[in-house]
């Protein structure tokens, strides 16, 4: 069995690009994914409809008293989907470019080593290998200082 992930940005709009990818894979794979709209639910229903086991990750929610704590959930999330995974497949939307879950998602698979495919809205196919460079600038300074500090947890 091969533990196959599939993310990507909620304004990703190519649903076509992964339904394909859901199709091509090979038959002993597990989807792991999340249940955020856009790429990830189009890849757990199509990964439904071919027949493949699904492993979705969803944040612990309960018992949140204030928003910090919820974007903590959100990323702790974030590691343990990435972690489940051999391969990562991340769909990059145009509109929003490289950002917020995804990107965080990206670093942290290239972080533990994975085989990482970086799929753009134009139908280029990225394979990220070793010591490569991600193709974004890290965060801006003027970012929030409590986003850095869940970052930094999990990239060191």
């Known amino acids: 069995m091969i533990y196959i992930g599939i993310i990507g940005a909620r304004k990703y709009k190519d649903r076509q690009s992964v339904i394909s990818l859901v199709h ?7 989807i792991v994914t999340s249940s955020c709209k856009g790429v990830c639910t189009w890849a757990g229903s199509v990964a439904k409809e071919v027949g493949f086991e699904i492993k979705t990750f969803t944040p612990d929610l309960k018992g949140i008293n204030n928003r910090a704590e ?3 959930r959100y990323y702790r999330r974030n590691r343990e989907l990435i972690e489940a995974c051999d391969i990562v497949h991340a769909f990059i939307s145009q509109e929003a470019g490289l950002t917020g879950g995804t990107k965080y998602e990206i670093q942290y698979a290239k972080r533990l080593k994975k085989e990482l495919f970086l799929h753009w809205e134009n139908s280029k196919v990225q394979r990220i290998r070793g010591q490569q460079t991600l193709p974004f600038k890290p965060r801006e300074k003027d970012q929030a200082v409590g986003w850095m500090n869940v970052f930094s947890e999990a990239l060191g």
Request: hydrophobic share 40%.
């Open 70 to 72: 919820m974007v903590n």
């Open 24 to 30: 091509s894979l090979p038959s002993n794979s597990i």
